[in-house]
């Protein structure tokens, strides 16, 4: 068999497997606020990993698509970090892992717990969070007040600051989104 002269910058059996997976483990459930599939979320977190991959080397370009289709299946679904392990192997179920927030932790310290844990992992989980934090920095839901918009906007800076400096591209997408989610925030 001829091997490809190009080949891809990821394996697209893997995405194929992992979308496969996160698609059964979020059935039925919708982006809050919308009555869109919750899948919608997953794929445009990977779509935010692949324009990094398209444009910075990472040396693990798989298990960055990978974590990022099944970033939040152990913290919203019935998976657990064994499934994704026997499934897709220790690096992705650790990746996995610490981008999901512990829930024995009181609220207030869920995110710095995860982004310690994150820190603790290879950049391509880094990578990760800061799609999922640029894809949240959308219209917010109606009900969240001024004070709640303006939190998730101060955390979103944090996760920057801890996380940003593997990816220019990321880091980037990140501050437009932060500059842009002010909108939400003071009336224009
Ligand atoms: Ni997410």
């Known amino acids: 068999m001829l091997r490809p002269m190009i080949s891809a910058p990821f394996d697209p059996d893997l995405y194929a497997a992992a979308l496969r997976f996160a698609a059964t ?23 935010e990993v692949l324009g990094a991959l398209g444009h ?3 040396g ?14 152990v913290e919203d679904t019935a998976v657990t970090v064994a499934d994704i392990r026997k499934r897709f192997g220790d690096a992705v179920a650790e990746g996995v892992a610490a981008l999901s927030k512990d829930p024995a932790l009181p609220k207030a310290e869920r995110m710095v717990d995860s982004l310690d844990r994150i820190r603790s992992q290879p950049h391509e989980v880094w990578l ?14 109606a009900h969240w007040s001024a004070d709640k918009r303006r939190a ?10 801890r996380l940003g ?3 220019p591209v990321l880091s980037g997408r990140l501050a437009e ?11 224009t």
Do not use: F
């Open 177 to 187: 989104k932060i500059d842009a989610y002010r909108a939400w925030i003071e009336p």
């Open 152 to 161: 998730y906007r101060e955390e979103a800076m944090r996760i920057g600051e």
């Open 128 to 141: 990760v969070k800061l799609a999922d934090r640029i894809v949240n920095l959308a219209r917010p839901p």
């Open 25 to 47: 483990a979020h059935r039925g459930q919708t982006v809050p606020g919308t009555d869109l599939p919750y899948l919608c979320h997953v794929v445009t977190v990977a779509a």
């Open 165 to 167: 400096e593997v990816s």
């Open 60 to 73: 693990e370009p798989d298990l960055a698509v990978q974590c990022a289709l099944l970033h939040d299946t």
């Open 56 to 58: 910075e080397h990472h």
